[in-house]
Nanobody, 126 residues
């Protein structure tokens, strides 16, 4: 099973930027579809973005479209989330998720299976 470690979170002012990383180890990283999720205090974990094993296709939840960009470097076994124009409502713990299988990418937004990292805190001040 793949092991995932997120990093790059922190405190930033509204309008600022952060880049999150998710380092993978174990089975071949390129065999996994990958996703980012977040969980704000008192709320359920929600889907943010997903990317195919090759990086060729991505999709996003509506609230981050045009502001966040998901990408991956299979040579470095690393997933990224570039977050621009951050808003206070983006404050949450951010998690990466790895899934394998025929329908892994199509079902990524469900957040109901695969491997998870421990999360990294993002706090956006107003």
């Amino acid at each position: 099973q793949v092991q995932l470690v997120e990093s790059g979170g922190g405190l930033v002012q509204a309008g600022g930027s952060l880049r999150l990383s998710c380092a993978a180890s174990g089975p071949p990283f390129s065999s996994y579809a990958m996703g980012w999720f977040r969980q704000a205090p008192g709320k359920e974990r929600e889907f943010v973005a997903a990317i195919t094993w090759s990086g060729g296709i991505t999709y996003y939840t509506d609230s981050v479209k045009g502001r966040f960009t998901i990408s991956r470097d299979n040579a470095k076994n690393t997933l990224y989330l570039q977050m621009n124009s951050l808003k206070p409502e983006d404050t949450a713990v951010y998690y990466c998720n790895a899934k394998r299988g025929t329908f892994a990418f199509a079902t990524m937004s469900r957040g109901d299976s695969g491997s998870w990292g421990q999360g990294t805190q993002v706090t956006v001040s107003s």
